[in-house]
């Protein structure tokens, strides 16, 4: 079993809708967590970044993460085409930030 | 430069055949990193540099891959008889400092082993 799971989609929605993206993790050492974007033939971009439990707000993005059910959220309000692209997960326990990731969403927002 | 840089873009190397992966990182950051990206998958940790000290390998799939940062920026990763398992996209990576900074992403060198 993988230490981070996230459903691989493909994820199509209309555009302007909310989207819900989540992922569950198995290692309770993990402290901070974050979601990618990953254009095609991209690399990976930063969108969220938090600490431990809670909400983190910036935009239209929202993460959101329970350490409890060890199971992580980002959520899109408003979502555009432009926000087509795959989304990953990913988390570490801190240090020198070896970075452990899921495998992606793919998101579709259809105009 | 403004970003993480990385060459070749795409190779198709013949199995068999060694290759090298170039990467340079944002001026100034300290840490390093490589991973390796299968299609649908996301991407994998190889190896972690911090200046021109290899930390961690233990992400090095097999004896045949190997990295270096001898100079504490540009770093390389060689991959030596590559085999057909090795196709995948090289990702390099670097931040400013060694704990709890962004990690910036180059775009990547697509690998095919043909």
């Known amino acids: 079993q993988k230490e981070v799971e996230q459903d691989p989609g493909p994820l199509s929605v209309p555009e302007g809708a909310i989207v819900s993206l989540n992922c569950t993790y198995s290692?309770?050492?993990?402290?901070?967590f974050m979601w990618y974007r990953q254009y095609s033939r991209k690399g990976p971009e930063l969108l969220m970044y938090t600490y431990s439990s809670g909400n983190k707000e910036d935009g239209r993005f929202t993460a959101q993460v329970d350490k409890s059910s060890k199971y992580i959220s980002l959520f899109i309000r408003d979502s555009q085409p432009s926000d087509s692209a795959t989304y990953l997960c990913a988390m570490t326990a801190g240090g020198y930030q070896k970075v452990t990731f899921g495998t992606g969403t793919k998101l579709q927002v259809i105009p | 430069g403004a970003g993480v840089s990385q060459s070749p873009r795409y190779k198709v190397a013949k199995r068999g055949q060694d290759v090298a992966l170039r990467c340079d990182p944002i001026s100034g950051h300290v840490s390093l990193f490589w991973y390796q990206q299968a299609l649908g998958q996301g991407p994998e940790f190889l190896t972690y540099f911090q200046n021109e000290a290899q930390l961690d390998k233990s992400g090095l799939p097999s004896d045949r891959f190997f990295a270096e940062r001898p100079e504490g920026s540009v770093s390389t990763l060689k991959i030596q008889r590559t085999q057909q398992e090795d196709s995948a996209v090289y990702l390099c990576?670097?931040?400013?400092?060694?704990?709890?900074?962004?990690?910036?992403f180059g775009e990547g060198s697509w690998l095919t082993v043909v």
């Open positions: 990576a670097s931040s400013l400092g060694t704990v709890r900074n962004t990690i910036y």
């Open positions: 290692n309770s050492a993990f402290q901070y």
